[in-house]
Every structure is written in structure tokens, then in C-alpha cells.
């Protein structure tokens, strides 16, 4: 499922800029259904705009019906008569999604026998200290299994000790959920740490959801800005 808002703050219509002669959100369906790793995919929006750019390009979309603050719980609404067991939210702005970390976060729960892990995504570690100060750039840190302990667009964890050494992740948009986890959030109220970050994961931890953390090596390219739109153009060529 990639949810695909028209609007956006940083960028507006980002989803629908030109790369390389189709529109960023066709790319990114593109790039999920290749992978052959899915029985379907979808571009959920609530836009007839991207609906009918989706479709026109041989895609399948989906109408939102109510208005949604979240990626989350516009698929929760896709999905509710759908019987799945997992579901895979794609951002709309990943156009570089590739087949080797979806298959890695999928993975996960295939050992997962006791239904310990509610969802599961990908960090990739950086070093870039512009990257790292950059608060569109959403940071994770991890337990000593890989389970999320928190997401910030601050740099975490602060570094007053230099000689820890300690590593920094950045968190990748792509989810797997459990169907019963994702249907879970959209009857959660937002509480402050959220709020405050706007970052929607954050709403798992604070309910006591478990993440799953993977680390990859392949960090792509997030289309937030017109800069990192000039910077895909230039990569997809």
C-alpha cells in the first residue's frame, strides 16, 4: 500500500513531478509492484488527481473515503474488509524502493512464531553530520535486538561522550504491519511525544507496539525537497 497525499508542506504536488518522463508516484508504484514480492499493490490517496494519473499508467488506486492525518490510517481504511495478513506501506516518495530490503523486513516475521513483533521497518546508518542535524532526516535507536526505543528528528542519541563511538540510523519510511496492529492505531489518540515530533511511528511505542528494526545498506533517495528532486533526476539518469 503506498499512501499518497497531494498536498505536502516542505513540497507541494511533489508526488506528482516529472522524473524522467513519469510522474514521482507512478515511479514509485512502479518500483514496489517489480519487486514481485506482493499479491497486490495499491496507491491509496485522496486525490483524484494521482487516482487517475495511477490508473491512466495501468495502476491500481484506491479512493480514500475520510479525511486521514497519517500515511497509517489511510491504509487502515483500505484495508479493513481485505483479508491479508501483512501489509507493506511504501511512501509515495520513495521512487528508489527496491526488492532486497523489502525482503528484509519482511523476513522478520517469518521466525516470529509468538507474534512478538506488531510491526516492522528499515534504518540505514549514516555519518554525514549535515544528515544528522537535518531534522527532516528522522533518526531511530535501537535495543540490543534492533527493537525501536525511539525516532526524533533530533540527533539521538546526543553525543556528550565523543568517545562512545555511538552509531547513527536513519529511519527509512517503509512499514510491515499486522493487519491487528494497523487497525489497532487508527483507534489510538495521538498523545504528545507524536504531537510533538510528528512523527507517526512514535504512536506505536508510546502504546507499547514492538518495532522491529532492519538495517540496510541501500539509502535511496526520499523526494522531500525540490533539491532532492534535482538529485533523483540526476541518479535516475
Not at 514521482?24 to 518500483?31: G, K, L, N, P, S
Not at 510491515?176 to 515530533?197: D, I, N, V
Request: proline share 5%; with cysteine; hydrophobic share 40%.
Amino acid at each position: 500500500m503506498i499512501p499518497a497525499r497531494y498536498a505536502a508542506s516542505r513540497f507541494p504536488a511533489k508526488l506528482m513531478q516529472d522524473l524522467s518522463g513519469k510522474p514521482v508516484i507512478v515511479r514509485t508504484y512502479e518500483a514496489a509492484a517489480k519487486t514481485g514480492l506482493f499479491d497486490e499493490v495499491y496507491v491509496v490517496t485522496d486525490s483524484p488527481v494521482i487516482f487517475e494519473t495511477v490508473t491512466d499508467a495501468g495502476g491500481k488506486a484506491i479512493m480514500s473515503k475520510k479525511e486521514h492525518d497519517c500515511g497509517s490510517d489511510r491504509i487502515a481504511e483500505a484495508v479493513a474488509d481485505m483479508d491479508v495478513d501483512i501489509i507493506v506501506n511504501v511512501q509515495g516518495d520513495e521512487p528508489f524502493t527496491e526488492k532486497a530490503s523489502l525482503s528484509a523486513v519482511l523476513e522478520v516475521f517469518e521466525g516470529d512464531t509468538e507474534h512478538e513483533i506488531d510491526l516492522a521497518s528499515l534504518m540505514v546508518r549514516i555519518t554525514d553530520e549535515d544528515e544528522i542535524q537535518n531534522p527532516n532526516t528522522v533518526k531511530v535507536i535501537v535495543d540490543n535486538r534492533n527493537f525501536a526505543l525511539y525516532f526524533s528528528r533530533s540527533p539521538i542519541p546526543y553525543p556528550r561522550s565523543t568517545e562512545a563511538k555511538a552509531r547513527y540510523f536513519k529511519h527509512k519510511g517503509i512499514y510491515a504491519f499486522r493487519k491487528s496492529a494497523l487497525m489497532a492505531f487508527q483507534q489510538l489518540p495521538m498523545l504528545p511525544l507524536e504531537a510533538t515530533e510528528k512523527i507517526e511511528a512514535i504512536r506505536y511505542l508510546e502504546y507499547g507496539k514492538k518495532i522491529k528494526m532492519v538495517e540496510t545498506t541501500v539509502s535511496g533517495i526520499e523526494i522531500d525537497t525540490p533539491e532532492d528532486l534535482k538529485r533523483a533526476q540526476e541518479v535516475w539518469k
